[in-house]
């Protein structure tokens, strides 16, 4: 009987989950790389800084699920969904816990949505592996905005709830053309940053500001001290002019008065 198969033996291990990982942050995508890969069921095929790379590789590589950042430059998260979705489950992984945002990419596809800061490393793998089979993940940041959206439902005043703070343009069919057209007008993406002069470590941090993270997370984020974060900030302030962390998103985001763009058109 040797060669035959034994029909009792162990069956063979299932290929691994592929995933892409999407942040404009190469230290976040270089972690999230490093903790997804090393699990035995996991591989990370591909990255991408931004959403039309991400779109460019879910078609290239037909991952199980895609892991999606909110404010990237560019082609954003948000509007990136419409055309991820139809290709693979995707799960938010992001700095972005504002309740609009969360409830649009949820009515756009996303499978979940996890804010940094509110989840273990086990607790994101856990994810990975549900969200491919349908089961969806939130961390309680967007729990709240659901519960929000909800409460406004059953009080019959949704018509009077806050408007989404973003209006993305998500028009045409799924193709790289029409992705590479799109122009979503979020802050994160508006051209007049530029004017301010901030250096590209001035940016991220201001980025991380506006996230809400305080010193210390930017710090181990940055893999920098608390001090040189500061050193920073100092900076970043002095060339917007600013006198405090509410005042410098105002105008990073383009919220502050004379700024040029309506809170409708904000990120």
């Not at 404009?24 to 095929?45: I, K, Q, S, Y």
């Not at 992984?93 to 989840?119: D, K, P, W």
């Not at 974060?229 to 008065?257: C, D, M, Q, Y």
């Amino acid at each position: 009987m040797t060669g035959e198969p034994n029909p009792f033996g162990e069956a063979p291990a299932p290929d691994p989950l592929r995933v892409v990982v999407a942040d404009d942050n190469p230290v976040v995508r270089a972690g999230l790389t490093a903790l997804l890969d090393g699990r035995e069921d996991l591989t990370v095929v591909a990255e991408a800084a931004d959403g039309k790379e991400a779109y460019e590789a879910a078609r290239a590589h037909r991952p199980d699920v895609v892991l999606l950042d909110v404010r990237m430059p560019g082609i954003d998260g948000i509007a990136a969904l419409p055309h991820l979705v139809p290709l693979t489950a995707v799960l938010m992984l992001t700095y972005s816990g504002e309740t609009e945002i969360v409830q649009e990419a949820l009515r756009r596809g996303a499978n979940g949505y996890l804010v940094h800061g509110e989840f273990t490393a086990d607790e994101l793998v856990a994810a990975v592996r549900d969200t491919r089979r349908g089961r969806p993940h939130v961390t309680p940041t967007a729990a709240e905005a659901l519960l929000a959206q909800l409460r406004w439902r059953g009080a019959g005043s949704e018509a009077s709830a806050p408007s989404l703070g973003r209006r993305w343009r998500t028009d045409g069919a799924t193709s790289t053309e029409n992705l590479s057209q799109l122009q979503p007008n979020v802050g994160q993406s508006v051209s007049d940053r530029s004017t301010y002069g901030l250096s590209g470590r001035e940016a991220e941090i201001m980025d991380l500001i506006a996230s809400g993270m305080n010193n210390q997370q930017i710090a181990a984020t940055c893999f920098i001290s608390e001090k040189t974060v500061k050193n920073h900030i100092n900076r970043i302030f002095a060339k917007l002019h600013s006198t405090s962390r509410s005042e410098a998103t105002a105008k990073w985001l383009g919220r502050a008065p004379g700024s040029g763009r309506e809170w409708g058109d904000l990120s």
